[in-house]
């Protein structure tokens, strides 16, 4: 089984603490999101890896290391994309991010890390052609740590819409979605960029953008996890939404707790709420966010 920290949550950067006192414990509850009973997840026992998903791993470093020495191998997507404060209020300065990046890479190779330029938002602050020269500019700063980037384009969700809605009006922006065609042309062009510095290029869970230079992503990827390992993880392909290529995992991390104010974020309601959500959160507690809230 692949445990997965967590597409739901930055498990690295907010609960690092509670993440710590779980594995040592062997096993942690979380809440099902669509209804139904919580779920107990073993951490340990039968557990061939993880998948960390962060922007910030600085105060995840010393637990990262303590997976390690258990023996457990793991593969940490880190999300860079160097937007202006408007959009991400809360994120740590890119240059801090690029340099944790280059050090996981050094501290456990390249295979272990995966940078995550994701997602595309085309504002009037952020066109394509910034798109362009930003991507340019990371690529050159990340080339010889990583070997893959993922990209997808925002998908105006509900709850994406309405916040990004919000926020517009609120921040004095506007933003679009743009058509297909011109996002494949958007596509090609970064994956350009990317094979430039020596890496691959990849789609999340947007196959209709998909061509001979960018290819689907498997972001839980049981290949991945066995270059790192040094053995065969196998598992099967069980994605999360429709044209999803990830691997089966458990996610153990949970909605409206990231407190890091990306107005484009699927998995949070509002920046409010996540704050109030950590300031409950018990590191102590068998859930990472309780069945209350809490």
């Known amino acids: 089984m692949i445990v997965s ?3 739901r949550t930055d498990v690295p950067a907010f609960y690092g603490p509670w993440f710590r006192n779980r594995f040592r414990a062997g096993f942690c509850r979380v809440v099902n999101p669509y209804g139904g009973p919580p779920a107990r997840i073993d951490l340990k026992e039968g557990v061939d890896g993880y998948v960390f998903w962060t922007r910030h791993a600085a105060p995840f470093l010393p637990v990262l290391a303590e997976v390690r020495r258990a023996g457990f191998p793991f593969v940490v997507q880190y999300t860079v994309t160097g937007y202006p404060r408007m959009l991400e209020e809360g994120v740590v300065e890119t240059a801090a991010s690029v340099a944790l990046v280059r050090r996981l890479s050094a501290d456990y190779g390249g295979r272990a890390v995966v940078w995550r ?3 595309i938002l085309l504002t009037d602050q952020t066109p394509a052609e910034w798109h362009v020269r930003n991507f340019s500019g990371l690529a050159g700063r990340l080339a010889g740590a990583v070997d893959e980037v993922v ?14 809605a919000s926020a517009a009006r609120i921040r004095n922006f506007s933003w679009r979605d743009p058509p297909a065609e011109e996002k494949r042309q958007a596509v ?4 350009a960029i990317a094979g430039d510095h020596g890496m691959t290029l990849s789609l999340c869970t947007q196959p209709e953008l998909e061509s001979a230079t960018a290819r689907g992503a498997r972001c839980i990827d049981a290949g991945r996890l066995s270059d790192v390992a040094g053995r065969p993880i196998g598992a099967r392909t069980k994605g999360n939404r429709p044209g999803c290529l990830c691997a089966e995992s458990r996610d153990i991390g949970a909605y409206d707790s990231c407190p890091q ?16 959500r950590l300031r409950r959160h018990d590191p102590d507690g068998e859930f990472l966010i309780g069945p209350g809230g809490e």
């Open 5 to 7: 920290a967590s597409y």
């Open 151 to 164: 990209v997808s384009f925002v998908q105006p969700y509900r709850k994406t819409a309405r916040n990004l």
């Open 261 to 276: 104010g990306c107005v484009y974020c699927y998995a949070v309601t509002s920046r409010s709420r996540a704050k109030e």
């Open 188 to 191: 090609a062009r970064l994956a």
């Open 117 to 119: 330029y994701d997602p």
